[in-house]
């Protein structure tokens, strides 16, 4: 559970931090789409690092639960390849790092579709 509650703290506070950097440190050095791509990262990455939150809170009533935890770990890396393909290109230019961005997205959606088995089998 503090696993997750951690990791969850740390990346909403690297999701502010990333979010503050592009709209005062980047604004006047990126263009609009390379802007806008940045901000969408950043939006997906506050998202799940409060999926985190939510995953360390269903481990109190569910510690046994290895699919909350799957659940949870499949979210990690949805931040890592979907928003940070999105920071990467939109800091470099190098569009290559875009089809790592659906790989993340898939993490997303398989990430929330386990947690909401896990709940289920819990029923």
Do not use: D
């Not at 931090?17 to 791509?37: D, M, Y």
């Not at 909350?68 to 770990?73: F, I, K």
């Not at 790989?103 to 029923?123: D, H, P, Q, S, T």
């Amino acid at each position: 559970m503090k696993r997750f509650a951690m990791l969850g703290a740390i990346n909403m506070m690297l999701g502010i931090i990333l979010g503050a950097f592009a709209a005062h440190g980047l604004k006047s050095v990126l263009t609009p789409e390379a802007l806008a791509i940045f901000q969408t990262g950043v939006q997906y990455h506050i998202y799940h690092a409060l999926g985190l939150i939510l995953v360390a809170l269903l481990q109190i009533p569910y510690p046994n639960s290895g699919g909350v935890r799957t659940g949870g770990w499949l979210l990690l890396a949805g931040i890592i390849l979907f928003s940070g393909s999105l920071y990467l290109m939109a800091l470099t230019g190098i569009t290559w790092f875009g089809p790592i961005t659906p790989v993340g997205g898939a993490c997303f959606i398989i990430g929330w579709l386990w947690i909401f088995w896990a709940m289920l089998r819990e029923w």
